[in-house]
């Protein structure tokens, strides 16, 4: 069934979000219909699918344990599936019966000999194999631990925007900062996620502040914080499991280290 | 010598899959015959990249574990019908690993995913199209994983969502109180943004 090209426009819109797994089932299904009768989105989505599967494969690496290997193989010999074929060449070999004797014995020894070059070859293989794995080891440690520590980071953050008692407070700029807005995510049980955008650069000595407004009377202070060259910010600030339920959020400039209570000006409110 | 030295060294970190497709090809066809030291070589490529992925997604080392034998087994059973298609293993086990991972993901949601999947990751990976994309190699994977670092934190956090998490995009917005267009845009602007991180790099 031909699509018309806006319709055509709209369908490739989704490959994307097809590639990672996103699209709703209805969308899905739709993409899917058109992808069988269309090469120029199944070669979009073929190229998509492997940026998405690069996020898959930028994940700290962790060793199975090694038990799982053996459990991993006797539930395989469990299973019968594959062998299928190979009995169906043993019940017509068995017509062969007599010969079989003679030719097993013959079988065995050319079976060693190969069993032998085999195993060199599988040594000299895993030689090469762990040459090019140090080579590349050293290379990879350092990157491997940053890699670990951002991800962890940025998993307890998908912990906050994931939790089901999430709440979402919005931050406006204030008149000294009108291009400004913030967002944050509070749970009780997982903690404070903030971002923001478009904040001035500050002046040397000084950082941001956010402080979380309550029942109570004097603002606590949720951390402090320094947006990158661009003005924007995303952090996550652990949060008492006491800590009574926000009203608001506001966001102050403070002296380097933060202060006990706001100092500064406010730069963003909430909601 | 070297190679006791050198053991003894450092942890060896086996190769990326990525270097090994024709191996992985020819082990597939093996399986497909019945043959169970194919299955053990397949194993030992992979199961490292297929635990982390579970791991990473499941939080929880014996759901883990549960997933590679679940996905080994899958394998063992299907090679045949993979091998017809041709594509990556690298990459078929890894559409596998993330699909179960994330059914057993949305089986503990204590809620129905009323915006959500009405069909399980599973089976839309056996109903879907062939799985052919390349792997990327070490190099490629690790431009993704700065520029992924590098994404402003909304974007990340809908990426990851996503993929780690198996939520749609209807998923996402409602959870984050987002309207639905906002997240479809912050999605594909970071995949966007992924993919130039590897242009120029074969």
């Known amino acids: 069934m031909a699509v018309t090209p806006n319709e055509h426009a709209e369908l490739r819109d989704l490959i994307e979000l097809y590639a990672i797994g996103a699209l709703t089932p209805a969308e899905r299904r739709r993409l899917e219909a058109h992808l069988s009768e269309c090469d120029e989105c199944r070669a979009q989505v073929k190229s998509w699918e492997a940026i998405a599967g ?8 962790h060793d199975p344990p090694p038990a799982l290997r053996a459990r991993v193989l006797d539930a395989v010999g469990a299973s019968d599936r594959p062998r299928a074929a190979a009995s169906m060449m043993r019940a017509r070999a068995s017509a062969f019966a007599p010969w079989l004797a003679a030719a097993a014995s013959l079988v065995a020894a050319v079976g060693l000999a190969l069993h032998a070059a085999t195993l ?27 890699a670990q520590r951002a991800s962890a980071v940025t998993q307890s953050q998908i912990a906050v925007l994931t939790a089901p008692d999430v709440r979402r407070i919005d931050l406006a700029g204030e008149p000294i900062a009108p291009q400004s807005s913030g967002r944050a995510f509070w749970s009780r049980s ?9 904040l001035p650069s500050l002046a040397q000595g000084r950082t941001y502040q956010l402080w979380v407004l309550t ?28 800590l009574p339920p926000p009203v608001g959020m ?22 | 010598m070297w190679i006791l030295a050198a053991a003894f060294g450092r ?75 041709r594509g990556v293993v690298a990459a078929w086990l890894q559409t596998l690993t993330r699909s179960r991972a994330i059914d057993r993901l949305r089986a503990r949601r204590p809620y129905a995913d009323a915006a959500g999947g009405d069909r399980a990751a599973t089976e839309a990976v056996d109903s879907g199209p062939p799985i052919d994309w390349q792997f990327l190699s070490s190099e490629q994977t690790r431009l993704v994983r700065v520029a992924l670092e590098r994404l402003p934190l909304l974007q990340r956090v809908a990426i990851e ?42």
């Open chain 1, 250 to 271: 506001a966001v102050t400039v403070e002296p380097d280290g933060g202060a006990p209570a706001p100092t500064g000006p406010k730069y963003l409110v909430g909601p």
């Open chain 1, 190 to 198: 997982h903690g404070l996620v903030f971002t923001a955008s478009n």
């Open chain 1, 120 to 146: 060199r070859a599988r040594v000299g293989d895993l030689e090469r194999r762990l040459a090019q794995a140090i080579a590349r080891a050293d290379a990879s440690d350092r990157k491997i631990a940053d």
């Open chain 1, 215 to 242: 029942a109570q009377p004097a603002p606590i202070s949720a951390g402090v914080f320094k947006p990158d060259s661009g003005g924007r910010a995303g952090e996550m600030f652990e949060t008492p499991i006491d």
């Open chain 1, 54 to 61: 690069a996020i898959g494969q930028a994940i700290p690496q």
């Open chain 2, 161 to 202: 969502l996503a993929y780690f998490e198996g939520l749609t995009h209807a998923e996402i917005a409602a959870r984050l109180e987002e309207p639905l267009g906002t997240i479809k845009t912050r999605i594909r602007a970071g995949l966007m943004k992924l993919r130039e991180a590897l242009a120029g790099v074969a």
């Open chain 2, 11 to 85: 942890p060896a970190r086996p190769p990326s899959p990525a270097e090994h497709p024709a191996e992985d090809q020819h082990a597939l066809r093996r399986i497909a015959d019945g043959d169970a030291d194919a299955i053990a070589e397949l194993y030992d490529r992979h199961a490292r990249r297929v635990y982390s992925l579970a791991l990473r997604i499941l939080g929880d080392a014996p759901e883990a574990e549960d997933v590679v034998q679940e996905v080994f087994l899958q394998a063992w059973r299907q090679a045949s019908r993979y091998t017809a298609t």
